[in-house]
C-alpha cells in the first residue's frame, strides 16, 4: 500500500501519535509512506516530521505549506518549535503542492492511499494546480488518476 499524508503538524500531538502509528504499521505491514505533507505554514511542522521520520529510521518526501497565513500565528512555543530546536533537519523540503504533485505522479493508477489529519485547505490549493515538471495534469485530474482511497 502506497501512502501520501496531509498533516497539520503543529500545536497539538495527534499529528505525531498518527505519524507513529503509521510508521509502525509500515515496518510490520507492506506500506510505502510516499510523502509527508504539512499543510501549516509552519516550517517547524516539516522539521518535526523529519524529526519523526528519521527515529523510525524513514526517509520519504516531506512537503510544507510555503504560503504564509495558514496556523503560522501561535504565540506560544509548539512542540513542533522545541522538536525542531533540539532535533538535526535538513531543510530540503518541497512546497506542498510540488510534494503532492511529485509523489503522485511517480505511482501507478489507483495506487495511492490519501490519508487527512486537520483542515483541508492545502489540499484545496493542490487540487487547483496546473500542468508542472511532474505532470501535465491538473491537480485534480492527478489525484482522481492516482488515487484510490481517501481517508
Known amino acids: 500500500m502506497k501512502i501520501i499524508v496531509d498533516t497539520d503538524i503543529g500545536n497539538d500531538c495527534d499529528d505525531a501519535g498518527a505519524l507513529a502509528i503509521l510508521h509502525n504499521l509500515k515496518n510490520e ?5 510516499l ?19 528519521n527515529y523510525y529510521k524513514h526517509d520519504c518526501l516531506i512537503g510544507y505549506n510555503d504560503k504564509k ?22 531543510n ?41 515538471e511532474y505532470s501535465k495534469l491538473k491537480g485534480i485530474e492527478l489525484f482522481n488518476q492516482k488515487v484510490k482511497d481517501v481517508y
Open 29 to 33: 505491514k507492506n506500506i510505502e509512506i
Open 92 to 132: 530540503s523540503y518541497l512546497s506542498y503542492i510540488k510534494a503532492f504533485r511529485k509523489s503522485l505522479a511517480s505511482v501507478n493508477d489507483n495506487e495511492v492511499t490519501f490519508i487527512i489529519i486537520g483542515p483541508m485547505h492545502a489540499l484545496k490549493m493542490a487540487l487547483d494546480s496546473s500542468e508542472d
Open 69 to 90: 497565513g495558514y496556523f503560522d500565528h501561535y504565540k506560544k512555543k509548539t512542540y513542533t518549535q522545541i522538536v525542531a530546536d533540539k532535533f538535526f533537519h535538513n
Open 35 to 53: 510523502a509527508i505533507l504539512s499543510s501549516t505554514s509552519l516550517i517547524e511542522g516539516a522539521y518535526c516530521t523529519e524529526a519523526i521520520n
